[in-house]
């Protein structure tokens, strides 16, 4: 059984800053590409930033320059640091984590997700 567990959502005034955590855990032999989701009120699941088990990072245009994801291999865990939030980033973000079991086979895994609220 494989878990990813989000923390540090929240409700932050427009123009402040958040640092979004996921764990894993579990009976996990690596994990491969981390990254966080998001879904906004009343709209479809989006991407907001992808990272590699190298370090390689991508991100959605909306959240470029605001937004910063990292990793640490060890600990398992992948983080979301946001500045400058914008009222339009308000969505319950969601963790997700490409897994690699100990019998090799491959899992895509899910967190529960978190909410973030901007707002004055």
């Known amino acids: 059984q494989v878990q990813l567990v989000e923390s540090g959502g929240g409700l932050v005034q427009p123009g402040g800053s958040l640092r979004l955590s996921c764990v894993a855990s579990?009976?996990?032999?690596?994990?491969?590409?981390m990254g966080w989701y998001r879904q906004p009120p009343r709209k479809e699941r989006e991407l907001v930033a992808v990272?590699?088990?190298?370090?390689?990072?991508n991100y959605a245009d909306s959240v470029k320059g605001r937004f910063t994801i990292s990793r640490d291999n060890a600990k398992e865990m992948v983080f979301l640091r946001m500045n400058n939030l914008k009222p339009e980033d308000t969505a319950v973000y969601y963790c997700?984590?490409?897994?690699?079991?100990?019998?090799?086979?491959?899992?895509?895994?899910w967190g529960q997700g978190t909410l973030v609220t901007v707002s004055s």
């Open positions: 579990g009976s996990i032999l690596s994990l491969n590409a």
């Open positions: 990272i590699s088990r190298g370090g390689s990072a």
């Open positions: 997700r984590a490409g897994v690699r079991l100990y019998d090799f086979s491959d899992l895509e895994v």
